[in-house]
């Protein structure tokens, strides 16, 4: 797996380390001093703003793809839930989807979100509520066939209400599952994000059904303080 842009792992980041104070300013809320207090001295932000990614996300799939190797030359990929566009903006690098690796195949990516995407080089994006009827078939008239993977980082916007928020993000979970299933070529992959809270037990039944392997993982650059996860099933059965 990666190592973290400090090279460490982040569990133990904290108020010792960091290095940009901010000021309670009249106006502000506490929680957004925070917000960007947290945001000054996230190594994963720097990164993004000098590697040119849209956000830290797109080292979450960077880490997950390194471990599982799912983001090959040619695949043809699926990213549910892809604004700003950092997983996209991965994934067209890795299926070589401008065909900038000479004598590699070339892959595909579509993207699908609440909201606009700035247009991403190699990318196709629409805008498209996943949980609306019809759009899965919309999703696959798009698509034009099938997938190598699906990857899914959609969230609800938190509603304060830990279980509810977990419930919500399960929905999605298993929106995006039930999608996968119907796309995927024999051996794709699925990757999703998962709130750790209890009712993730029948999708890991179902996944287990699937696919050859269901991991869940937790990626460096996914915050400590987060109870986010990631649900990585490799080796789909058709
Ligand atoms: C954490 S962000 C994704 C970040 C993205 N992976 C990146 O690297 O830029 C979660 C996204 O899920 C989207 N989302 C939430 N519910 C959705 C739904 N029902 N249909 C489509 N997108 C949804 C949100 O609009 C939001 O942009």
Not at 24 to 49: C, F, H, I, M
Not at 82 to 95: L, M, N, S, T
Not at 156 to 175: F, M, N, P, V
Request: aromatic share 6%; glycine share 10%.
């Amino acid at each position: 797996m990666a190592k973290t842009p400090t090279g460490k792992n982040n569990s133990g980041r904290g108020q010792r380390d960091l290095k940009v104070k901010v000021k309670t300013a009249r106006g502000r809320k506490l929680s957004s001093t925070r917000w960007l207090e947290r945001q000054l001295n996230d190594p994963y932000v720097k990164r993004a703003q000098t590697e040119g990614y849209r956000g830290r996300a797109a080292y979450k799939i960077l880490e997950l793809d390194d471990k599982f190797r799912f983001l090959v030359p040619g695949a043809r990929v699926v990213d549910l839930g892809c604004a700003p566009g950092g997983w996209c903006q991965v994934a067209v690098k890795r299926v070589n989807a401008l065909g900038e690796k000479s004598g590699k195949r070339v892959g595909t990516v579509l993207g699908i979100d609440l909201q606009e995407v700035e247009p991403v080089a190699g990318a196709d994006t629409h805008v498209l509520d996943f949980m609306e009827d019809d759009a899965d078939q919309k999703v696959k008239d798009w698509l034009g066939g099938k997938a190598d993977v699906v990857m899914s980082d959609m969230a609800a916007a938190s509603s304060g209400h830990k279980q509810t928020d977990h419930l919500r993000i399960i929905a999605l979970c298993e929106t995006a599952a039930h999608f996968a299933f119907d796309v995927l070529e024999e051996g794709g992959t699925f990757v999703a994000k998962v709130l750790a809270g209890g009712a993730e037990g029948d999708l890991q039944k179902l996944l287990k059904q699937k696919f050859q392997k269901v991991a869940h993982v937790k990626p460096p650059a996914s915050r400590s303080d987060s109870s986010e996860k990631f649900v990585v099933a490799t080796g789909f059965r058709g």
